[in-house]
């Protein structure tokens, strides 16, 4: 991103048996000890750079612009996974990234089929009337409305593997958005929505500091710049991708033709 650390400084304090591996504070990101280790050990640098970047791409979406409310949590966990996402790919390789995109798709697959199923990452009953997009089909907010809504209304109503679910699926949606709009204008949003937090710290206003607040009309926004640069309008991720739940389910047939030695005929076979 173009857009400059938000802080003056940046600290990284590693303790003994920290709670997780990684918390991140405002200039500051509490790490576990185990990350630490010897220049002879070369997995466990791999594995200490990803930790430490997804910690300090925290720093800008829930540190800096801190979470509107918690229903608002799939789009902090998207665009931080998304931006460790951008490092991975430029330090590690296209082909690790690759096989973390399909890591985390087979982790949102196997919570859909195995348990319950993922509710929507957001509901409209959490949505301020503001906040409804006017181009966002009725079908999509009633099926939301009528969803229940214990993912959105606190974080001690989500369990753990809940969570780990939703953040992997709000990232992919995130990834989804990319590759509809590009990258370069995603990233455009988002330094957009860093502008306008430095600009309402510096300001009186108080109607203007709801831009330090991270919510989910910031999706809305990417709607807004990408009708006005794309020749083709996009589909409406918000309603599409955080207001639906479930996932794609895909049947495939193989047939293979051969011949058979005996009767020097040729077969079908069907799998």
Partial sequence: MSCHFPYSNYKQVFVDYSFEETSAYATLAICSTNLLHSSRMIDQTFHTRKTLALALARQFFGCYLSLHMWSDSWLQAGITVYLYGLYMKK????????????????????????????????????????????????????TACHQPSFLHMHPHLTSCKQLKAMCSKAHLVMRLIEMRIGQEPLL??????????????????????????????????????????????????????????SHGNTNARSLFHFLCKATKRYQCLDL
């Fill in 91 to 142: 330090t590690f390789g296209n082909n690790e990234y690759r096989n973390w995109i399909r890591e985390e798709m087979k982790k949102v697959c196997e919570y859909e089929i195995g348990g319950s199923g993922l509710l929507p990452l957001h509901n409209k009953s959490s949505l301020s009337p503001e906040e409804i997009s006017s181009d966002t089909d009725s079908e999509t907010l009633t």
């Fill in 188 to 245: 455009q949003v988002y330094n957009k929505l860093l502008s306008l937090a430095k600009s309402a710290v510096k300001s009186k206003d108080i109607n203007s500091w709801r831009n330090m607040l991270l919510s989910t009309t910031g999706v809305s926004r990417i709607n807004t710049y990408t009708r006005n640069t794309c020749k083709t309008p996009p589909m409406n991720a918000s309603s599409r991708f955080s207001r639906r739940g």
